[in-house]
């Protein structure tokens, strides 16, 4: 009986249980968006840091990975001492460079990984095959297109140019044997890898035996930090990072974006909270009269509460699932818009859905909805009941 | 029930009242028995405290002082889930403005108070049809209360009234928004109502419905100033 | 303290005040300008001997701490946790094995007319350079801040609209709360014209009220965000600014959706029948 008062006290005012019901959609919205921006980078980060299966990352003493343009030294020697460990697995050295591809009178440059086929976990094959040979280069499709080129073909590539001379300097026929997709750079960044060894020839004595990442994969057994402290105090040339270091420190650099989706999540909360309030304070006082009648013909207190609680729950869970719905629509619109950052890979999303965020969410809301409704509910409950059947009888 | 026979045991009740900071005593010190099965009316001028005295009978107010037992129950110092619990089981209470749920139909009106009592759907249901066509409204369950007439709303009460089989059933002006006519149903239904046994208090201005009662009981300034019975 | 160019992340520094190297400077000790939060974090004063190096453990330069600079008002420098120092060009040329080179020059002119014709003689000149001026590098790092702003923005739409329809719901719900009283002035035969534009007026006289307690709210809450991410960033940068513009269109926002809801909700009352509104 008391879900059928309740039913038919929202139904009774329709536009404004509907409206009530929007107010809430839109606050569940923000609130979802808010807790996937929360959640979501870290989310995503980790899970592009683990896909290859490398879980410590070693770059120069001090800095993050691809952070500046210090190298790491003796790499040979590193790779050796690593791999010399029980719980390391595999080791890929990776080096950077910009490297020049001539496209007719004009170049077109291009951001170059150096890495070993077997072991590396830079790119993903589309088609063809991997680079191996010191003539061999695999392209991903953003600098296919500005060259204007396909498998198969054969490109000029220089690893610098001198202004002086004015000519470009390490040049090499490269011919692209495989399309691949870069899982760490960014949309339309353009890029090629290319074995190690000839990267390192084309840039010159300056990179000679260096490096600039070293990504170890471990036993699944191995305790990773314990392996990371271990390689750290052991090479002093590098500092190891583990996916979860990682994740950290992007996150310190990114905690604007944490801070601002528990500000304004809070804020939906709250103004979600205040809807509710006022909604269900209008209805009781509105009913004051009602309400004592119920309880002079014997409805306890409690069940009058239960029954305003439940209008006010139900109109914070209908506008919650409404508004995830919605929330949905414009995580993908803000996403969209941070995608943009420069230098951002690709495969990160800001706002990234997890049922864990939607439950979280509906959780809130809901006892939201109790909370706001408690206090007004319980007032209107217990007023003295003869004194507001006067009341209501003189109004 | 008391052991003399008495459902309502009423001993020097006194209600005071304070506004706009004087006190104002609604009710100086009335005492009243009344059996089970009686019938009786309780008139006087506007103000004279007959309404409280009513409710707090009806164990909606509690009195200032004096004591108050029904059904063998001492009301004094009751607990509000107590009091309201003794409502919903031993008094049925009619309103001069009706105050049904406008939200709800006839029938569930009157499901109500069982339902909140605690009984099963089926058993409600079948009774509060019981109850509706016994007060000559078994055509209209349906509606709700926009849609019935102010006699028919004034029935739908007191079938509300009856829900839990209530030893007492009070009523405070149950005539007064109606016409003479419906009035005159409505009275017809209490004088039925006191033949199959059910105790009647009423409070009313209306003489037709004083004249239908067995006793009644005049009252001015809070007291009581005369009784008679018929 | 000659101001040197930094080489973009080229030098690894190794700080090594708690170890000051026992090798004998080969010249006397130049000079150098640290990060301010380089000086806090690790104790280190003006007048303080430190030794710099291109590698860990490698052989480097003692020098000595002659100035703290503090960072700029850079948001591109906001999140870098790395530290700054300030060396003698040469001495940084020599120290990183970099021979005669520099990654960029900066050129001062006599006013824009001046910047403009440097801009073209330089690129007509020089071989394999190219001379931009500072507005074209600034848009060219602003990247991230665009990507920022039009975040914010988005955000601040939401908010807009999202507030907007939490406007109406509240309005509407406290003018039907009085839809009896409007009854009652309606029967007596109070116009509807005259109901509305009191209502209007209440929500218009809420409106501003509340738009006043929110510009001091947002001013101070503006205040608090910058004096916290100052605080975590160490940076004097501003990243909350309250303007003149932002306060009017803030007020003229709020106010103008405040008296749109209680002008909607007003009308949706005085359509309906007097007494339809007592619920008969």
Not at chain 1, 58 to 84: C, R, V, Y
Not at chain 1, 160 to 169: A, E, I, V
Not at chain 3, 205 to 219: C, E, N, T, W
């Amino acid at each position: 009986m008391i879900l059928t008062l309740a039913r038919a006290s929202l139904v009774r005012h329709r536009a404004r249980t509907l409206l009530a019901m929007l107010g809430v959609a839109v606050s569940a919205a923000m609130l979802l968006d808010m807790v996937m921006l929360a959640t979501g980078m870290r989310a995503s980060f980790g899970s592009l840091l683990v896909a290859q299966g490398f879980q410590i990352r070693l770059a120069p003493k001090g800095t993050l990975p691809f952070d500046t343009d210090a190298t790491i030294p003796d790499a040979s020697d590193i790779i050796q001492q690593l791999m010399a460990r029980r719980d390391v697995v595999a080791v890929s050295p990776v080096l950077g460079a910009q490297l020049h591809v001539e496209h007719g009178s004009a170049s077109v440059s291009a951001a170059a990984l150096g890495t070993i086929a077997a072991v590396q976990g830079d790119y993903k094959l589309l088609t063809g095959r991997a680079p191996t040979g010191d003539d061999e280069i695999a392209a991903n499709d953003a600098l296919l297109e500005a060259v204007g080129t396909k498998l198969g073909d054969t490109l000029r590539v220089a690893a610098g140019f001198d202004p002086q001379l004015r000519t470009f300097t390490g040049r090499r026929s490269l011919r692209v044997v495989g399309r691949v997709h870069f899982i760490y750079l960014s949309a339309g960044e353009r890029a090629l890898a290319i074995p190690l060894d000839a990267l390192q020839s084309m840039e010159g004595p300056s990179r000679t035996n260096r490096v600039s990442l070293l990504m170890v994969r471990l036993r699944d057994s191995a305790n990773v930090e314990s392996a990371r402290t271990g390689i750290e105090q052991s090479i002093h040339t590098v500092s190891a990072i583990s996916t979860a270091t990682a994740i950290e420190q992007v996150e310190a650099r990114l905690s604007y974006f944490r801070q601002l989706a528990f500000i304004l999540g809070s804020v939906s909360l709250a103004v979600g909270f205040l809807l509710v309030t006022t909604l269900v304070t209008v209805s009781v006082n509105e009913r004051l009269g009602e309400i004592a009648v119920l309880r002079a013909i014997g409805v306890r207190r409690t069940s009058i509460v239960k029954q305003i609680l439940i209008e006010g729950t139900a109109i914070m869970l209908v506008g919650a699932v409404v508004g995830l719905g919605l929330g949905l629509v414009t995580a993908r619109y803000l996403n969209s818009i941070l995608a943009a950052f420069p230098g951002l890979p690709e495969a990160i999303s800001f706002f990234l859905f997890q049922p864990r965020d939607a439950w979280l969410s509906l959780g809130l809301l809901a006892v939201c909805g109790i909370l706001a409704g408690i206090y007004p509910a319980w007032r209107g409950a217990s007023r003295p009941i003869a004194h507001t059947l006067r009341e209501e009888a003189v109004a | 029930m008391t052991e003399d026979g008495m459902l309502v045991s009423a001993r020097d009740l006194r209600r005071d009242y304070v506004m706009a900071g004087a006190v104002v005593q609604a009710v100086r010190g009335v005492s009243l028995d009344v059996r089970t099965g009686e019938y009786v009316a309780i008139v006087g001028p506007s103000g004279c405290g007959k309404s409280t005295l009513l409710n707090m009978l009806g164990a909606i107010d509690a009195p200032s002082s004096g004591t108050l037992t029904i059904a063998g129950r001492r009301l004094n110092g009751l607990s509000d889930r107590d009091a309201t619990w003794f409502r919903l089981r031993h008094i049925g209470f009619v309103f001069q403005r009706f105050y049904l749920m406008p939200v709800l139909t006839a029938i569930e009106n009157v499901e109500l108070p069982m339902a909140e009592a605690g009984q099963g759907k089926s058993a409600r249901r079948s009774r509060a049809r019981e109850l509706l066509t016994y007060v000559g409204l078994g055509e209209r369950l349906r509606h709700r209360p926009t849609e019935l007439s102010g006699g028919e709303q004034q029935r739908v009460a007191i079938a509300r009234a009856l829900a839990n089989k209530p030893e007492l059933l009070l009523a405070d002006e149950p005539t007064g928004e109606l016409d003479a006519r419906t009035g005159t149903e409505v009275i017809g239904l209490f004088e039925q109502l006191n033949r199959d046994g059910t105790t009647l208090i009423v409070v009313t201005h209306d003489e037709d419905l004083a004249r239908a009662a067995r006793r009644v009981v005049h009252m001015r300034d809070g007291v009581i100033v005369d009784e008679h019975h018929r | 303290m000659t101001a040197a160019l930094l080489l973009r992340g080229a030098l690894t520094f190794l700080f090594a005040a708690q170890s000051i190297d026992s090798l004998p400077p080969r010249h006397p000790p130049r000079s150098v300008a640290i990060d301010e939060r380089l000086a806090q974090d690790y104790g280190i004063h003006v007048g303080d001997t430190i030794v710099i190096a291109p590698t860990p453990q490698g052989k480097g330069d003692t020098v000595i701490v002659d100035a703290l600079v503090r960072r700029t008002r850079d948001p591109s420098e906001v999140a870098r946790g790395a530290y700054r120092i300030r060396v003698h060009l040469d001495e940084l040329q020599r120290l990183v094995g970099y021979g005669d080179r520099v990654e960029r020059f900066a050129v001062g002119t006599r006013g824009t007319a001046g910047a403009d014709s440097a801009l073209t003689a330089i690129d007509d000149a020089a071989f394999g350079f190219h001379a931009y001026s500072s507005h074209e590098i600034a848009v060219e790092s602003s990247t991230t801040f665009l990507v920022v702003s039009r975040f914010h923005r988005a955000i601040g739409v939401i908010t807009i609209v999202a507030s907007a329809i939490f406007l109406l719901c509240i309005m509407l719900l406290k003018v039907d709360e009085r839809r009896r009283d409007v009854a009652a002035l309606r029967l007596m035969g109070i116009s509807r014209g005259t109901i509305v534009r009191s209502v209007v007026l209440e929500s218009a006289l809420i409106a501003v009220l509340g738009s006043i307690a929110g510009v001091a709210l947002g001013a101070a809450v503006s205040a608090f965000v910058n004096w916290h991410y100052q605080r975590v960033y160490r940076t004097p940068l501003t990243f909350s600014l309250v303007t003149g513009q932002i306060v009017v269109i803030a007020v003229g926002l709020s106010v103008g959706l405040g008296i749109f809801a209680g002008l909607l909700a007003a009308q949706r009352l005085v359509r309906r029948p007097p007494l339809s509104l007592f619920g008969r």
